[in-house]
């Protein structure tokens, strides 16, 4: 089955404390991103990637950090969580052409404490 | 700048009747445009887009949505309404290109639609 995997679906840690969100693809698409979505904001995009080693900023990337290793995998980094960045965080994929639709995650609720 | 905007909040419809959620975009260049729904504790489910071509874009779950160039509109709609179609409601709007900030895709704040039985 064609999907995007992100783990872990939930998570609740403390302010500082390093953590990764991670997120695979079975589609073979070129290019991932990640939002974050908050109340009255819709969805803002993080970072990303139109393939494996090249990344771009997105419209919120501060206090992120992402890497494309693989093509089938674009993990989130948070070095040093903030509780403005609880949140709930979509990882997506799409084939190369900008005229395809994108396929997303079932989401990760971070709650920073 | 590119940017996309859902004027209502929230709909509200009765089942069987028709219902539409507004979209409007702005774009330099020409525009790709997409509708998604989000159910509770889901990602965002692709519902139809508009590339070229036909200006009434038929789509997933008997949605369908109307592209008017001249007024910037991109809006969905269903003829009758169906109380699982109760979701949060996604447009979006990409530029066409290969380019990196081309092929970014921009979103509306969304739209929540309940459907009463």
């Known amino acids: 089955e064609a999907q995007v995997t992100q783990n872990p679906r939930y998570l609740i840690t403390v302010t500082g404390k390093k953590l990764t969100v991670t997120c695979s693809q079975n589609?073979?698409?070129?290019?991932m991103s990640w939002y974050r979505q908050d109340p009255g904001l819709g969805l803002r995009q993080i970072y990303y990637?139109?393939?494996?080693?090249?990344?771009d900023k997105g419209d919120v990337p501060e206090g992120y950090k992402v890497s494309r290793k693989e093509k089938r995998n674009f993990p989130l980094i948070l070095e040093s969580p903030s509780p403005n960045q609880t949140s709930l965080y979509f990882c997506a994929s799409r084939l190369g052409h900008s005229n395809q639709p994108q396929h997303f995650g079932d989401g990760t609720r971070l709650s920073i404490l | 700048a590119q940017s996309v905007a859902q004027p209502e909040d929230q709909v509200n419809v009765a089942e069987g009747n028709p219902l539409t959620v507004k979209c409007t975009y702005s774009?330099?260049?020409?525009?790709?445009l997409f509708w998604y729904v989000q159910y509770p504790n889901r990602g965002l489910q692709f519902l139809l887009k508009y590339i070229t071509g036909d200006n009434l874009v038929k789509g997933s779950y008997g949605f369908e949505a109307e592209f008017n160039k001249s007024q910037t509109s991109f809006h969905l709609k269903k003829p009758s309404a169906l109380v699982s179609d109760s979701a949060l409601y996604f447009c979006a709007v990409r530029v066409g290109g290969r380019g990196s900030t081309l092929g970014r895709l921009y979103f509306g704040r969304g739209t929540q639609l309940t459907v009463w039985p």
């Open positions: 774009v330099s260049g020409n525009p790709y």
């Open positions: 990637s139109m393939n494996v080693e090249v990344t």
């Open positions: 589609m073979n698409h070129e290019y």
